[in-house]
């Protein structure tokens, strides 16, 4: 009897341990997010004040455009660290839409003409892609939130039930 009291406190203490574990790699996890955000904000700032500087001179179509989608990376990208530190997960959305821009900002930079018709294909077919996860994402969504709505709605049928005193067995019918 002695014995299995203390299996089971060593369990539960290895239990605690692992815990403790992952809750200081979380915040370890947390500290390298937070340097992340803070150097992709310094890396933001000098950017822009290049786009800035760079407006002076005889403005290049191309590189202006380049700089302003790459800043426009970078902000999402940012965004998609600071929903992390949030809510400890990462945004696909989020991630789907940087590498859209991305994509397309390097198409931008080159130039449509100037890429083979292969690439083009194959740039084509990774926007339809992400544009189906995209697609997927909203359609998932829109389910799951469906299904939460049906679940608050049968919560409350449920306690209206049992107020009534209602069996709540729901393969019962009643004639």
Known sequence: ???GAESQHSQSGEWFKR???VQNLEIIQNLIVVVLSMALFCVMVIRLGDLFV???VPIKFQDVTSDILFLLIL???FR???IYLQEQRISVGVAVEVSIVSVLR???IRGALEIPWQQILAVCAFLLVLGGLLLTRAWMARIFNTIETE???LGVDE???KEDNVPLDMNCSIH
Do not use: A, H, P
């Open 1 to 3: 009897m002695r014995r």
């Open 19 to 21: 815990e403790r574990i």
């Open 54 to 56: 760079s407006l002076l």
């Open 75 to 77: 902000i999402e990208i």
């Open 80 to 82: 998609l660290l600071i």
């Open 106 to 108: 390097e198409v931008i």
């Open 151 to 153: 679940k608050t709605r």
């Open 159 to 161: 306690q209206v039930l």
